[in-house]
């Protein structure tokens, strides 16, 4: 079996300043509006691991995963990189609760990366139901960030958590952060914050947080029939 190192994005500029990509024991976020390639670029980090010979569980928390766009991405190869790619779609938060809590008895050698798309969605959900809740959904999505971070260090894995975005009120002007910011930030070893432009198939890509600790790096991103792609302006 192949020896995973890193996955790669297949953003040039993003995967060069990465070391060649998201790196194993470690949990990275993709946070952004929405339509601006999250779901994109993680169902790539995918087909990349595959292509390595390693599976990937995909938590589908959102429900948007899409076997037409996965085919659009992978063309050629659709039958052998879906084989290692194992789909599961929670319903409601204290399901993604579980899922989570049993990745240390899905997760064998063989697989390379965890994603869940979208980490927030269900959190999100149920706090529009039962705002008092909040601070005891918040302790639980710190306690799922907190398993992922485990899983990734000891399954020697890489996790891609995506997250949606909140509007905050900064002084005189608006932010957009990921929802339960500080949350998602505090487990985050990269962080990746996704922008739309005026053109909706080019997203800016601002690279927040890396191991590396480089200033934050911007470049423009292509969302086309391939996938997500380098764009250079
Ligand atoms: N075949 C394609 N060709 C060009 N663009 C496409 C294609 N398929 C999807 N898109 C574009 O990709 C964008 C959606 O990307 P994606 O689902 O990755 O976004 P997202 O950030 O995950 O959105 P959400 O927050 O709603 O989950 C849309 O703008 C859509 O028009
Ligand atoms: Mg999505």
């Keep these: 079996m192949t020896v995973l190192y890193k996955i790669p994005t297949g953003c040039k500029k993003i995967d060069e300043i990465l070391d060649g990509g998201f790196s194993l024991k470690k949990v990275s976020l993709i946070y952004g509006e929405a339509e601006t390639g999250k779901t994109t670029l993680v169902t790539q980090c995918a087909?990349?691991?595959a292509r390595r010979g390693c599976k990937t569980l995909f938590v589908d928390s959102d429900g948007t995963f899409s076997?037409?766009?996965l085919f659009q991405i992978t063309s050629r190869d659709f039958k052998d990189i879906s084989e290692l790619m194992i789909l599961m779609k929670p319903n409601n938060f204290s399901e993604q609760a579980i899922?989570?809590?049993?990745l240390k008895d899905?997760?064998?050698?063989?697989?390379?990366?965890v994603v869940i798309d979208t980490l927030t969605s269900l959190y999100r959900a149920e706090i529009a139901e039962n705002y008092k809740k909040t601070f005891e959904l918040n302790r639980e999505l710190n306690r799922q960030m907190a398993c992922l971070a485990q899983i990734a260090k000891t399954q020697r894995i890489v996790v891609l958590a995506t997250s949606q975005v909140q509007s905050l009120?900064?002084?005189a002007f608006v932010?957009?952060?990921p929802i339960a910011t500080r949350v998602l930030k505090f487990w985050a070893d990269t962080?990746?914050?996704?922008?739309p432009t005026e053109n909706p198939q080019i997203i800016k890509a601002i690279l927040e947080k890396s191991p590396k600790k480089v200033q934050p790096l911007t470049c423009h991103l292509k969302i086309d029939e391939t996938g997500i792609h380098e764009y250079l302006t």
Excluded at 106 to 113: A, V
Excluded at 191 to 195: E, K, L, N, Q, S
């Design 106 to 113: 899905y997760i064998t050698e063989s697989f390379g990366l």
């Design 175 to 177: 932010v957009t952060e």
């Design 67 to 69: 076997a037409r766009r």
């Design 99 to 102: 899922v989570i809590d049993r």
């Design 191 to 195: 962080i990746i914050a996704m922008r």
């Design 47 to 49: 087909v990349n691991c």
């Design 169 to 171: 009120f900064n002084e």
